[in-house]
Antibody, heavy 118, light 110 residues
């Protein structure tokens, strides 16, 4: 079955870059039907969509984060990544990766907590 | 893009039915049939229970049903059970080519 697993540092310093990777198993990241998304959740903001990437390199981002976000796909490792730069404490959240197909996200990773603190 | 508006909490007794509303605009809920609902238990990832306004994925109980009227989507849980106690979020595609979640509703089974 399709599984997604996030990984990355659990602690990031303010002004630095948050980098996360999502490894996909049970599905091919080069499927034309699929978009690969990042979502975060904090008590203050609830669930917030960050953006999505297609294996072609196409991306869509939440306008509120667009200036700080990059996403990419690594086809050789069947994984995709998120970089969020210039982080502040407001970026502290649980970060999820998810697979989007036909505007539906049926598969999610378990989530990883990222804390921004000096 | 503002979050979709949901009631903060809804409660009901076992066996009862409850309905959760999700209010957006013509640029999101009202403009597209790409509305979904997610159930989230504490410490877990969101779990898809409704997609494309009213469709249930395989394996999701028929006690969950949903609909949309104008800019408001609704999720109904029939025959409420203890395991239904969780947070529920609506979700919609928007005209800005982005996605937006609802503010979330905590369902309590009395």
């Amino acid at each position: 079955q399709v599984q997604l697993q996030e990984s990355g540092p659990g602690l990031v310093k303010p002004s630095e870059t948050l980098s996360l990777t999502c490894v996909v198993s049970g599905a091919s990241i080069i499927s034309n039907e699929d978009w690969w998304s990042w979502v975060r959740q904090s008590p203050e903001k609830g669930l917030e969509w960050i953006g999505e990437v297609h294996h072609s390199g196409a991306t869509n981002f939440n306008p509120s984060l667009e200036s700080r976000v990059t996403m990419s796909v690594d086809k050789s490792k069947n994984q995709f990544s998120l970089n969020l730069n210039s982080v502040t404490v407001a970026d502290t959240a649980v970060y999820y990766c998810a697979r989007g197909r036909d505007f539906t996200w049926g598969y999610w990773g378990q989530g990883t907590l990222v804390t921004v603190s000096s | 893009q503002s979050a979709l508006t949901q009631p903060a909490s809804v409660s009901g007794s076992p066996g009862q039915s409850i309905t959760i509303s999700c209010t957006g605009t013509s640029s999101d809920v009202g403009g597209y049939n790409h509305v979904a609902w997610y159930q989230q238990h504490p410490g877990k990832a969101p779990h898809l229970i409704i997609f494309h306004v009213s469709n249930r994925p395989s394996g999701v109980s028929s006690r969950f049903s949903a609909s949309k009227s104008g800019n408001t989507a609704s999720l109904t849980i029939s025959g409420l059970q203890a395991e239904d106690e969780a947070d529920y979020y609506c979700f919609s595609y928007t005209s800005s080519t982005i996605y937006v979640f609802g503010t979330g509703t905590k369902v309590t089974v009395l």
